[in-house]
């Protein structure tokens, strides 16, 4: 057995390249006799169809973080992260019929935007330099460690490299194109993502029943490692700390969720792009649906590979190649690199270019909804109120590629961290409490105010600081920052205004969360199979 990419496996992989740079360059042309202007740059000229919006939603969501961070807590602790996945799917319902009509509605751009006409200008600009420090210090800079070190892992080319490859392929598009590239290229990503996880989730199990399908891998794996398969985790669980028990289903769980997909510029962008609210929310209900099938592409995997590793009789069939790069406790996200080393010819190239998709379409995805915010929240606003189009759209493509240099800068930086999944919602645990208070309040409670806001974003992190100097789990931590944010901005707004609604309060009316029978029905059918799941995997 080798462990090398062989020449129909580059074929695969060269091909996917020049099929993913020439898509994103020809949807990224100028079309005669107009100019690309900020609209058509930034929010793909609001013209993206549901299936477009649904498939780049997941495109720009998947990324090395799951294939790898997340197959390293599949084999560091099994099923449970999966709740990241499928509770995932409840909030994208709640956003679809909650928050996306009233961002809609107001002609968004940014999320900092809704900031500004909500409370005022100085707030947006708080959350929008925590966005951009957010995503170019932890989002950016963990993909491309994480998809450096699968590069590293499967092909053997050094970390720095790969990073830099990864980066000049993602920029390569996306700076010129704008979301128009991102979004449609999306589309063919999530084909690649979807096939390739899903070959590698089959070969793996197949090679636990020792070649006699996937069903009867899945059941030897669940043999093998039962304990690999509980949803909520008891206390004595050594990785109870990450996922705390019962609190996953009723505590900061739901903030990460609701924040990264209410809130979050780089997966909000896609939605406020749509042709109307309908076909936006029929997007949404395309990723939800997405959503409950990636714990298998994702998850699965990293369980499998734990059951390999612990069964010498496995592992002696493997040869000599599978004791290279092995994941073991300490090294949890070498899993899925390491999986795919064993992949036959070309179907490598599958695996590999799936893994590729995943990092590219996200690293696109945030470098344009970073240069999104600069361009239009703090250039905008603070340094050339006047900026014509031509001069928008150029300050958005040099901002995203300062940002990709940093970010690349960063990467190695983060060498030796392990379950990198867990070590990203950690630090993004710090700052979206805070947000998603102000959010929250400012959407549904009129007598929020502007100067309460701004007190509650700042102190939230701090409050965040000494949660996580205690002994909580991070998780519990986010809750209990976000509960006591929302106290502070309760206490001041009520003092301020003696209990007045504020001036620019949201009227809100049922008839604006009306929303259509297909909708209704796709929801119903979501929260039925989620039920399901947690019922079978308790």
């Known amino acids: 057995m080798t462990t090398g990419f062989h020449f129909w496996d580059y074929v695969i992989f060269v091909a996917y390249a020049i099929l993913i740079l020439g898509v994103g360059l020809w949807v990224s042309r100028d079309k005669d006799g107009h100019q690309k202007n900020a609209e058509d740059y930034f929010l793909a000229s609001k013209s993206l169809p549901w299936w477009a919006i649904g498939t780049s939603l997941i495109a720009a969501n998947i990324s090395a973080e799951q294939f790898i961070g997340m197959s390293g807590s599949g084999f560091a602790l099994g099923l449970a992260i999966a709740s990241y996945e499928w509770m995932a799917a409840l909030t994208l319902i709640i956003v679809g019929k909650y928050f996306l009509p009233i961002f809609i509605e107001k002609g968004l751009y940014t999320i900092p935007e809704f900031v500004e006409k909500r ?56 700076l010129y194109g704008g979301l128009s590239a991102v979004a449609w290229t999306d589309i063919i990503q999530v084909i690649f993502l979807v096939m390739g996880g899903l070959v590698t989730t089959y070969l793996a199990l197949n090679t636990v029943s020792g070649g006699e399908g996937a069903w009867q891998g899945m059941l030897a794996v669940y043999e093998a490692a039962p304990d690999r398969f509980n949803m909520i985790l008891e206390e004595s669980n050594p990785e109870y700390t990450n996922l705390p028990g019962i609190g996953v289903l009723v505590g900061g769980l739901w903030v990460a969720n609701l924040y990264y997909w209410g809130f979050n510029q780089y997966i909000i962008q896609r939605t406020l792009a749509a042709k109307s609210l309908r076909e936006a929310q029929k997007g949404i209900l395309l990723a939800a649906g997405l959503k409950l099938i990636i714990p298998f592409i994702v998850v699965i995997p990293g369980i499998a590979a734990y059951v390999i590793v612990n069964d010498p009789e496995l592992m002696a069939g493997l040869g000599e190649v599978g004791r290279l790069n092995m994941p073991e406790s300490g090294s949890a996200d070498k899993a899925y690199p390491w999986l795919l080393q064993f992949l036959p010819t070309g179907l490598k190239g599958i695996a590999f270019a799936a893994l590729a998709a995943a990092i590219v379409s996200s690293l696109a995805s945030m470098l ?11 250039y905008k606003q603070y340094i050339n109120k006047n900026a014509n189009d031509r001069t928008t759209v150029n300050v958005g493509r040099i901002s995203a590629a300062v940002a990709l240099v940093i970010a690349v800068v960063m990467a190695p930086l983060l060498g030796g961290i392990d379950q990198a999944f867990q070590f990203i919602q950690e630090y993004t645990g710090i700052v979206s409490p805070g947000i998603l208070a102000v959010f929250i309040l400012g959407l549904f409670w009129k007598k929020t105010t502007n100067k309460a806001a701004i007190w509650g974003a700042l102190l939230s992190i701090p409050i965040a600081v000494l949660f996580k100097m205690g002994s909580l789990p991070f998780m519990d931590q986010m809750g209990y920052t976000a509960l006591v944010t929302m106290g502070v901005i309760i206490a001041i707004s009520l003092m301020q205004n ?32 989620l039920v399901a799941l947690y019922a079978l995997f308790w």
């Not at 995503?135 to 990073?163: H, K, P, Q, R, W």
Request: proline share 0%.
């Open 368 to 378: 344009n909804s970073t240069s999104t915010i600069f361009t239009m929240d703090i």
């Open 119 to 174: 409370f005022s200008t100085n707030l947006k600009t708080i959350l929008a330099v925590f966005w951009i420090a957010l995503y170019v210090f932890v989002n950016l800079a963990s993909v491309l460690y994480l998809g450096g070190l699968a590069i590293e892992t499967i092909i053997g080319v050094d970390m720095i490299y790969a990073v830099i490859g990864l980066a000049l392929f993602a920029a390569a598009y996306s």
């Open 498 to 529: 003696k209990g007045k609604d504020d001036g620019k309060g949201i009227e809100l009316n049922k008839r604006v969360f009306e929303t259509s029978a297909l909708f209704n029905v796709g929801a119903f059918a979501i929260m039925i199979i």
